[in-house]
């Protein structure tokens, strides 16, 4: 299967690997996909008082495309309020890579990773 | 050294510049270009000539008659003409057919077609190690089983299976065995005469000869009735119509020739370096094999590194062609169906990459292989969220996963 130049950048150099403390009250963690499924995605976010997302980690299981999305969303959501990283749609990811079309599902990951850690968020942060 | 290391014998090999040779001499003008049914000027003779030698050849790596070898396009054709042909053919005795869930497609979905016209069809669960015992086949054989259907070499996971057993378990019930041989036949010994199978598929391209041409061997002492899928000129005893291709049919005899002569030699030099390859990634942690290690053809060794999914390990051993039993590589997103049916969990099928090494693999090719595994391995597991939980202890198949 031939990939765009941007998955394999993404796959080759991919930004913001690693990890937070997921019990630290400012870390919102996304866990998505499962391992039978071949794709699972943890998306970490760091979030200030403003609610502004400061940085961004992940780790990924799954194909080059799974891992450039994660990639990707790492580098959009960096400066955005959760409203604004709630926003970003698995359209825009798979564009953005390129993505063929039995690979969207890694888009949609990547959106539903988001979520998820926006979600955990809210959990912990009942008020914001 | 040239980049990328081909690893991917398997799936096809090179043609052997021998055969490619040899090939060449029944295409141009100069060459011998006759139709091999021409029976009326010399053109015609020579061709045929060199289809008698090539048969012959076929033969002799088998132990078979050059009478009873039948060319074809390649392995798929030569599976659907066996099995169709024979079950169509004897249709009338019964309607039940064997076989295994980790046959190659082209014997899969010959069954399937099959059973929409009527018949029935057993697919044998392959013990974990991918092995489908003799008492297996004994169990489901029944008295209206006309067909069984089982490879010799499995072509993801390299196994050997033990067809001199069911050969006479299948005599002993009268029913006719087909072997698809595409991935053992120039690679381990098969006599027919030992072995009492009753049809034999061949591929020219997994031997080092070309794509395109395939055979089929069809027993004549019990004589093995099939009906034909392609009719024409009544070439190949009715069997198999269509113009004979000279220059495929030689340098499938050619390829045959080479293996019968330099198979023990060979295959004791692939070994080497498939055990090369194996020790030198074996010590890694959570590193399983697929399928049994003593049962094995020389040069298929099949890996899942856990944790790491198998697509990203391919396109990171860009180096190396490799293939994976990920979903990712296929279309269907579904994990090898081999493994599946070795009881593998999918996690491990969608790790696994296949690594096939064959007659032009040197020793400085896997000792790179080793050294990017080994690189990657690292780096992809580094990015796994799954190895973290690995290292922390936590047992994956207790979460519950949001499946999509």
């Known amino acids: 299967m031939a990939y765009s130049e941007k998955v394999i950048d993404h796959y080759e150099n991919p930004r913001n690997v690693g990890s937070f403390d997921k019990d630290d009250q400012n870390i919102a963690t996304g866990m998505v996909g499962a391992p039978a499924c071949g794709d699972v995605m943890k998306l970490q976010l760091k979030i200030n008082a403003d609610g502004v997302i400061e940085d961004a980690k992940f780790k990924t299981y799954g194909c080059g495309s799974a891992i450039a999305s994660s990639s990707l969303v790492t580098e959009w959501v960096k400066g955005k309020t959760l409203d604004q ?14 993505l063929p079309p039995v690979k969207i599902h890694c888009s949609i990951l ?7 850690a926006i979600d955990d968020y809210r959990s912990k942060h009942p008020n914001k | 050294m040239k980049l990328p290391i081909y690893l991917d014998y398997s799936a096809t090999t090179p043609v052997d510049p021998r055969v490619a040779a040899k090939m060449i001499q029944f295409l141009t003008a100069e060459g011998e270009f006759g139709n091999p049914s021409s029976r009326s000027h010399r053109f015609g003779w020579q061709a045929e000539e060199a289809v008698d030698i090539a048969r012959e050849q076929i033969a002799d790596l088998i132990n078979a008659d050059p009478r009873e070898i039948i060319f074809t396009s390649g392995a798929t054709e030569s599976n659907n003409l066996a099995i169709k042909g024979a079950a169509h053919f004897y249709g009338k005795k019964g309607k ?3 076989t295994s869930k980790t046959e190659h497609k082209a ?3 010959t069954c399937r077609q099959l059973e929409r016209e009527g018949y029935e069809v057993t697919y044998l669960d392959p013990q974990t190690d991918g092995i489908v015992t003799p008492a297996q086949l004994k169990d489901a054989l ?5 067909v069984v259907s089982l490879m010799h ?5 390299g196994v050997i299976q033990d067809i001199a057993a069911y050969g006479e378990l299948c005599r002993a019930n009268k029913t006719i065995l087909h072997v698809d041989a595409a991935q053992s036949a120039g690679k381990i010994e098969i006599d027919v005469q030992a072995m009492k199978v009753d049809l034999i598929s061949f591929s020219g391209h997994k031997m ?18 099939l009906e034909a899928q392609m009719h024409g000129g009544g070439h190949e005893r009715g069997m198999r119509s269509g113009t004979l291709a000279t220059h495929q049919i030689a340098a499938l005899g050619e390829a045959c020739r080479i293996a019968k002569e330099e198979m023990s030699a060979e295959n004791e030099r692939v070994l080497a370096l498939r055990n090369r390859l194996l020790e030198g990634v074996s010590d890694m942690e959570e590193v399983y094999i697929n399928g049994s290690m003593d049962h094995r053809v020389a040069g298929n060794i099949n890996i899942s590194f856990n944790y790491v999914e198998g697509e990203s390990l391919v396109m990171a051993l860009k180096d190396l062609a490799v293939s994976s039993g990920s979903a990712c590589t296929s279309a269907s997103l579904e994990p090898s169906y081999v493994l599946r049916a070795l009881g593998r969990d999918d996690e491990l099928a969608h790790s696994s990459i296949r690594f096939s090494i064959g007659r032009f693999t040197t020793e400085e090719e896997i000792d790179y292989a080793i050294k990017i595994i080994r690189q990657n391995i690292g780096r992809l597991r580094e990015m796994s969220p799954l190895w973290d939980m690995y290292k922390e202890g936590i047992d994956i198949s207790s979460i519950d996963w949001s499946h999509h």
Not at chain 2, 153 to 157: A, G, H, K, L, M
């Open chain 2, 142 to 146: 029944r008295e209206d089983t006309i």
């Open chain 2, 107 to 109: 014997v899969l979905d």
């Open chain 1, 85 to 98: 990283a709630r926003a970003i749609t698995n359209t825009e990811i798979s564009a953005e890579l390129a």
């Open chain 1, 110 to 116: 990547a959106e539903d990773a988001i979520k998820a």
């Open chain 2, 96 to 98: 039940h057919i064997i």
């Open chain 2, 153 to 157: 070499v499995n072509n993801e996971i």
């Open chain 2, 208 to 225: 080092y000869g070309p794509k395109g041409i395939g055979a089929l061997y069809v027993c004549r002492k019990p004589r093995v009735r």
